[in-house]
């Protein structure tokens, strides 16, 4: 499991001891409440720390890359950093700086959330959309990115329907051969709606950065309707304030503008619409959400929740059926053999580090959203199993938690810890043993609280004796 992983099981177990015998923790944590001042800090703090966040980022990716990778990362429209190093003592101090980052930016966006919830946050919407404005600002101009993925997103839309068997030197004579000769195309792995919209925003402009830079719009864009959609769909406000101001979102979807954003907008519309009782309009788009990427075939499930138990259970399976068959209709099985291919391939690799059990969780994350799909019953912290739905762990596929944890009532937990769980994950700051330290300081922290509350009920029951 991954050390995220770790956390949430541990989270899920505290929850089920809390839900029986209580907490000293929280209710002590409770007392301590923003003023408005402080919120307010917090809220423009968020800012400069996210700024940092990049300015670390590009130092390793214009100092810290190592040989022979060092000098093509360099001269990319936009510059990588792809988690290999020439300096591993500076390395290890630049992975400490990035927790440290991570850390209080969780911190930041705590003290946000719980400010709002407390009604602390004055000036309220209008004040954290400029807060908004300026992160997203700071997203798209970033002069670096942590992965080369959005190469490949912007070779998918000069090839269209092709990349899904993209062939020998495909790329011969465009401006993207260079390119293709470090960041090969090879068989694209999201669904036919994605790569329609790929071609859609990338495909009139005319050199690699302006696509790159397309990406990172659409998909700012795509947050700012994510956070409408879910005030349309009722959630609270510190969920919203936390979403929107999440240095880990405008991280991992704009500076790295990756193929997620899409999906959980669908499945938040979805989740409004079956809220209102439309319920086929709701399948409709989560079959859309299984058409952008296939675990949201299974994350995208939790948008029924609001519908009665047999609607929940018909329409999650037509949505699962109708994506499949649809996604095999139009690429043909071109699609899944590349699916699949990855699959085998990330396993192996899991095997060759003895982590085979890595790939069994995934059963396991289907069971939890078939779970709640059947009882709507959640538990505290699943959300965050989610990103195990791949055998391949990576920082944005904590994104695919969100709709269990804006359909179970867990979001503003799942969102506050998104910061530190992304660095736990960002093979940026591998090579310390920070991730597993974390996961001993929450065992510990629950078995304090386990410990405390054991010791009052005991003096209960003396006092009554």
């Known amino acids: 499991?991954?050390?995220?992983?770790?956390?949430?099981?541990?989270?899920?177990?505290?929850?089920?001891?809390?839900?029986?015998?209580?907490?000293?923790?929280?209710?002590?944590?409770?007392?301590?409440?923003?003023?408005?001042?402080?919120?307010?800090?917090?809220?423009?703090?968020?800012?400069?720390?996210?700024?940092?966040?990049?300015?670390?980022?590009?130092?390793?990716?214009?100092?810290?890359?190592?040989?022979?990778?060092?000098?093509?990362?360099?001269?990319?429209?936009?510059?990588?950093?792809?988690?290999?190093?020439?300096?591993?003592?500076?390395?290890?101090?630049?992975?400490?700086?990035?927790?440290?980052?991570?850390?209080?930016?969780?911190?930041?966006?705590?003290?946000?959330?719980?400010?709002?919830?407390?009604?602390?946050?004055?000036?309220?919407?209008r004040f954290a959309l400029a807060v908004g404005t300026v992160l997203a600002v700071l997203s798209i101009v970033a002069p670096v990115m942590a992965t080369t993925d959005p190469y490949e997103y912007v070779a998918s839309g000069m090839l269209g329907f092709r990349s899904y068997a993209p062939g020998p030197n495909p790329f011969a004579g465009t401006i993207y051969s260079a390119i293709d000769v470090h960041v090969p195309m090879r068989g694209v792995l999201y669904g036919p709606l994605w790569l329609a919209i790929d071609i859609g925003v990338t495909s009139l402009l005319g050199t690699i950065l302006a696509k790159l830079?397309?990406?990172?719009?659409?998909?700012?864009?795509?947050?700012?309707?994510?956070?409408?959609?879910?005030?349309?769909?009722?959630?609270?406000?510190?969920?919203?304030?936390?979403?929107?101001?999440?240095?880990?979102?405008?991280?991992?979807?704009?500076v790295n503008p990756h193929a997620d954003v899409e999906g959980l907008v669908a499945v938040a519309g979805a989740f409004a619409l079956a809220q209102r009782e439309k319920g086929i309009l709701a399948m409709l788009l989560v079959v859309a959400a299984g058409l952008i990427k296939v675990p949201f075939i299974v994350a995208g499930a939790a948008a029924f929740a609001p519908l009665g138990l047999g609607r929940r259970i018909v329409l999650a399976t037509a949505a699962a059926v109708l994506a499949i068959v649809i996604s095999y209709l139009i690429p043909g099985p071109r699609y899944f053999s590349s699916i699949f291919g990855h699959v085998h391939m990330w396993a192996g690799r899991a095997h060759e580090r003895g982590a085979d059990w890595f790939v069994y969780a995934i059963p396991f994350v289907v069971a939890i959203m078939v779970a709640f799909v059947c009882s709507r019953r959640a538990v505290t912290g699943a959300a965050w199993l989610f990103g195990q739905l791949s055998p391949l762990a990576a920082p944005w596929y904590l994104f695919w938690g969100m709709p269990y944890a804006f359909a179970s009532g867990g979001f503003v937990l799942y969102l506050v810890a998104l910061p530190l769980f992304g660095a736990m994950l960002d093979a940026m700051y591998i090579g310390t043993g920070v991730p597993f330290g974390i996961d001993a300081a929450v065992l510990s922290g629950f078995v304090l609280d386990l410990y405390l509350v054991g010791r009052r009920r005991f003096a209960g029951l003396a006092r009554a004796a």
């Open 1 to 125: 499991m991954t050390p995220v992983s770790i956390v949430a099981c541990i989270v899920v177990v505290w929850a089920f001891f809390h839900a029986r015998f209580g907490s000293v923790a929280l209710p002590w944590a409770a007392r301590f409440v923003p003023t408005t001042l402080i919120s307010r800090a917090a809220a423009i703090a968020i800012v400069p720390v996210f700024a940092g966040q990049i300015a670390l980022l590009a130092y390793q990716a214009h100092v810290e890359n190592g040989p022979p990778l060092s000098d093509w990362l360099r001269r990319l429209p936009l510059p990588v950093y792809d988690h290999h190093t020439e300096r591993a003592s500076v390395h290890a101090l630049i992975a400490y700086a990035g927790y440290a980052l991570a850390a209080i930016e969780t911190a930041l966006v705590a003290v946000v959330a719980f400010g709002v919830h407390c009604g602390r946050f004055r000036s309220g919407y």
């Open 213 to 254: 830079i397309a990406l990172r719009v659409f998909n700012a864009i795509l947050l700012g309707v994510l956070v409408w959609v879910l005030a349309r769909a009722g959630v609270t406000p510190a969920g919203l304030v936390a979403l929107g101001l999440n240095p880990a979102l405008w991280f991992y979807v704009v």
